[in-house]
């Protein structure tokens, strides 16, 4: 079973920075994209930025510029640096894993997530 686990959020300045970090545990026949989603107190959940299996990249156009997504294959680990940090930035933020399990069927895999709060 694959388990995802974030950290690195807590409380930031306006303007500051948060690099957060999701470690992946457990196996699959392949993973097609990694990414961050954040959901705001009474707003739905929504993409921040993905990775593709093939390295393809996408953010969302609220963060274009100030967050950047990376993968570290050998540490089964994902990314998020985000910089200029403003406070509708302020939410939960979620690990997301998408890809095909060893009988071939599609999987989705959520970590539990971690906050950011950004306010002075």
């Known amino acids: 079973q694959v388990q995802l686990v974030e950290s690195g959020g807590g409380l930031v300045q306006p303007g500051g920075s948060l690099r957060l970090s999701c470690t992946i545990s457990g196996s699959l026949f392949r993973i097609n994209h990694m990414g961050w989603y954040r959901q705001a107190l009474g707003k739905e959940r929504e993409l921040v930025s993905r990775?593709?299996?093939?390295?393809?990249?996408d953010y969302a156009d609220s963060v274009m510029g100030r967050f950047t997504i990376s993968r570290n294959d050998a540490r089964n680990a994902i990314y998020l640096q985000m910089a200029s940090l403003k406070p509708e930035d302020t939410a939960v933020y979620y690990c997301?894993?998408?890809?095909?399990?060893?009988?071939?069927?599609?999987?989705?895999?959520w970590g539990t997530g971690t906050p950011v709060t950004v306010s002075s």
């Open positions: 997301n894993v998408v890809g095909y399990d060893w009988s071939r069927a599609v999987v989705h895999f």
């Open positions: 990775i593709t299996n093939g390295g393809s990249i």
